[in-house]
């Protein structure tokens, strides 16, 4: 009998204390101390039940989605069919999903990075959208993030630029809206038109010159300016962001005005198109004087001249003007020519 009464009072104890008992949950975030160089998107975070409470409104409304839909107009972060890119003086807005904090409107400076905050500059000169998410997504895995949901929007775009040179009365840098394009006629027209010896010239268009330091160098696509009746035209071409068009007088030129126009490329302290009056001696020698001293690491002893022949072929010479300057020769000095290009080449250094 009393070892009942004591089974029974031991029972209703044990079930006493088990009803009292309150299980063991896991936090809904685990807080990272202050002052340690883990970011906050690092920790892992436990997927919140049905009853946690709603997350905090972030620092910025969600943006809206401008991916196209079925049966509506193309995203309006393209125009004509080409995406906008992020330039120099570019306004974006750039959301982190796992780090508010990092929510804002950057402007993109002249070198074409943001300063994201915590995170320090972030290059994305040139990229669309898309490609910006990726970029910054990229630095944050990088910078111990275990997830990076990156959404980028340009707020106010740039002007995109093109850049008309050669046999043009204002040769230079012809800006347009951004994200459109413009035709080679109206670009032409904004360069001040051609000038009076370009007649019968033609034009060499090099996509996306103005990215490269040596855009001169690029192949590109090359257009007559005159039709088969010898009349002028000028073909039916759009140029868009970085694309330079280089105008090439014709042989004829020399007939009604005299003057030259050699392209110098390669490793000189000025690329481009150097001029020659009527009646001015026109030699590699005077070009070389024109131009001033070479870089130190230009290999003058192999200079480049490229000529055109009367089928169109281009003929190539190689000259040692290293030894022209120094014996100051005339009969070595090399006659140039309207429109042909002179390319000096960088010398090779070997370390052993």
Same mark, same amino acid.
């Given at each position: ?11 209703? !104890? ?22 340690? $160089?883990?970011?906050?998107? *690092? ?44 330039? +120099? ?12 904090? #990092? ?9 074409? *990075?943001?300063?994201?905050? %915590?995170?320090? +500059? ?36 740039? %002007? ?10 204002? @040769? ?30 033609? !034009? ?9 330091? #040596? ?11 005159? $039709?088969?009746?010898?009349? @002028? ?11 330079? *068009? %280089?105008?090439? +007088? ?17 490793? !000189?302290?000025? +690329?481009?198109? %150097? ?37 169109? !072929? ?31 080449? *960088? ?6």
């Amino acid at each position: 009998m009393r070892k009942r009464l004591l089974t029974g009072f031991l029972g209703i !104890v044990i079930g006493w204390l088990a009803g009292c008992s309150t299980p063991f949950r896991e936090p809904a975030f685990y807080p990272v101390p202050r002052g340690t $160089d883990q970011e906050p998107s *690092a920790v892992s975070r436990p997927a919140a039940g049905p009853d946690a409470p709603e997350p905090p409104a972030p620092g910025l409304p969600a943006l809206p989605d401008r991916s196209p839909v079925a049966g509506t107009a193309a995203s309006p972060d393209a125009t004509q069919g080409v995406a906008l890119t992020i330039q +120099p003086d570019t306004l974006v807005q750039v959301s982190v999903e796992e780090d508010p904090s #990092l929510d804002g409107s950057y402007a993109v400076n002249k070198i074409g *990075a943001i300063e994201l905050n %915590y995170i320090g +500059p972030v290059i994305l000169y040139n990229r669309t959208e898309r490609e910006a998410e990726s970029k910054i997504r990229e630095v944050l895995i990088n910078r111990h993030f275990r997830n990076a949901t990156v959404r980028v929007r340009i707020l106010r775009a740039s %002007y995109d630029k093109v850049k008309v040179d050669g046999a043009v009365n204002q @040769p230079g840098l012809v800006p347009i809206g951004a994200g459109d394009a413009i035709t080679l006629n109206d670009a032409l027209l904004r360069a001040g038109g051609l000038r009076p010896t370009a007649r019968g010239a033609r !034009v060499r268009i090099v996509r996306g010159g103005l990215l490269s330091a #040596l855009s001169s160098t690029l192949e590109g696509e090359e257009f007559s300016l005159m $039709d088969a009746e010898g009349q @002028p035209t000028i073909p039916d071409v759009s140029l868009r962001n970085n694309d330079v *068009a %280089y105008v090439f +007088p014709s042989e004829a030129a020399l007939e009604t005005g005299g003057e030259r126009e050699i392209l110098v490329l390669g490793e !000189v302290r000025k +690329p481009g198109v %150097y001029r020659f009056r009527a009646g001015e001696p026109c030699t590699l020698m005077h070009l070389l004087f024109k131009m001033g001293d070479l870089p130190p690491y230009a290999n003058a002893k192999a200079i480049r001249v490229i000529r055109q022949d009367a089928g169109g !072929v281009p003929e190539e010479q190689v000259v040692n003007a290293s030894r022209i300057l120094k014996e100051g020769d005339p009969s070595e000095d090399v006659t140039l020519e309207n429109g042909d290009r002179v390319i000096v080449p *960088a010398r090779r250094i070997s370390l052993f």
